[in-house]
């Protein structure tokens, strides 16, 4: 899409078709917003969250960075968590993967990428938490899918270390999912990860609330 005009046309359209359906609409969603979910998802072009979830405005609060990572030092994704969790009162938080994941990809190589090298050092220490396991697959394409699965299931437990999360929890029950998008088929993949046998074994050392 060279041609930046065509976007204002498409947005054009789009106002023209919600209003058709609901004159209010616009005055309704400009009123706030109440989402249920915290989306925390890749910045890969083609991996849209809305879209992929078939979600409308205001239904889901959306974080997006490469890789989908909660670092605990990134201002940026903290104060999205803290706002969500504590002000909007969210039920779910969901951490999103996709499958061809570049950033996940480059991790796996032993190239010096300039200023993304701290930010992929995080998904290089996912892949040494869990070597034994990610060694074992003999087949590359395999190893990367499971990398991928792998970092969602850390940056969930790394959600579930911060106060935010262990708070909500405790007072009103809030729940982390893990989940990966699968861009060879359009299909949305519930990992189904253990967390109260995964919460046994760090809370001891993680619990802050």
Request: a neutral charge.
């Amino acid at each position: 899409m060279a041609d930046l005009s065509k976007i204002f046309e498409n947005n054009e359209k789009w106002v023209a078709e919600k209003l058709s359906l609901h004159p209010d609409y616009f005055e309704n969603l400009s009123k706030g917003q109440t989402p249920d979910i915290l989306y925390i998802g890749c910045s890969d072009s083609r991996v849209t969250a809305e879209d992929l979830m078939g979600v409308q405005p205001g239904e889901a609060f959306i974080h997006r960075n490469i890789a989908n990572m909660v670092i605990s030092i990134d201002l940026n994704i903290m104060s999205v968590l803290n706002y969500a969790v504590r002000h909007l009162k969210v039920k779910h938080v969901v951490v999103c993967g996709h499958y061809n994941c570049g950033g996940v990809k480059a991790a796996m190589q032993p190239a010096d990428m300039g200023i993304l090298n701290p930010w992929l050092r995080n998904i290089r220490d996912v892949y040494r938490l869990h070597q034994q396991e990610l060694n074992a697959i003999d087949d590359d394409g395999k190893r990367y899918d499971r990398l991928i699965e792998l970092n969602v299931q850390e940056q969930c437990i790394n959600l579930i270390k911060t106060a935010a999360i262990q708070e909500a929890y405790k007072t009103r029950g809030i729940t982390v999912h893990g989940w990966v998008f699968d861009v060879r088929t359009g299909k949305l993949i519930d990992l189904k990860i253990d967390f109260p046998k995964i919460l046994s074994q760090i809370m001891e050392i993680y619990r802050i609330i």
